[in-house]
């Protein structure tokens, strides 16, 4: 079984990471296993803003909250699981550290990605500038619509929405979760991006809320430093 991967993560030498798919799914110590990883730790996710560091390898992150988890530690995965959301895995370019993201829309609209990069800074001196991201499968535009509740939410806060937020008519929006968390990315000055064509519900392999509904499965984004 293979990981999906990102041209951009694995240019960094010291960084192993991958995306699964619904054959590996949530399977964490077997993507572990696959990445040389001896741990693999997750976050109780609530669709917040709260960025979680790992200091220790033997922190039980799964009974902290949050939305954005961050790591120096070697040999100590990092993940978040989706099943449409954003996953967003972050790496500085000298490989001190790395940072999986969770970011649904209300992560978006919350920017935890952006949270994400400051707190990063302010940890370890790390300018926006020197680090890579990917942005992995989620749900694309061609198949996120959402309802005046959400489409307003966006169009009130922010001044231009015309690159992610599209008007379709009855109340109705199209939204481009990537481009979104992509533009962020950007404001923030973090330019080396890549962005995974993979749309999790137009996607047979892929679990999607959206697709599959409430009973649907989640697969992982992985990041570590190598031992």
């Known amino acids: 079984m293979k990981l999906k991967e990102s041209k951009l993560l694995s240019s960094i030498k010291g960084v192993t990471h991958g995306f699964s798919d619904k054959y590996l799914g949530d399977n964490a110590s077997q993507i572990g296993h696959l990445l040389n990883l001896s741990k693999v730790t997750l976050l109780k996710q609530i669709h917040s803003d709260n960025v979680v560091f790992v200091d220790d390898i033997a922190t039980e992150t799964a009974r902290l909250e949050g939305d954005a988890i961050v790591t120096h530690l070697k040999g100590c995965g990092i993940a978040v699981a989706t099943a449409d959301c954003v996953p967003i895995l972050l790496a500085s370019n000298d490989a001190r550290m790395v940072a999986a993201v969770h970011s649904g829309w209300r992560g978006t609209l919350n920017e935890i990605v952006v949270n994400t990069v400051s707190a990063v800074k302010d940890r370890y001196g ?102």
């Open 126 to 227: 790390i300018e926006p500038e020197n680090l890579k991201a990917a942005i992995g499968p989620c749900i694309a535009s061609c198949c996120y619509e959402v309802g005046e509740e959400v489409g307003s939410l966006f169009s009130g806060k922010y001044p231009d929405t015309s690159e992610y937020l599209f008007e379709k008519g009855q109340d109705k929006y199209i939204l481009d979760l990537k481009t979104a968390n992509e533009l962020l990315l950007k404001r923030e000055g973090v330019s080396d991006i890549e962005v995974l064509d993979i749309c999790t519900k137009c996607s047979e392999n892929y679990y999607s809320y959206r697709g599959d509904g409430n009973g649907a499965g989640r697969q992982l984004s992985v990041i570590g430093l190598r031992q």
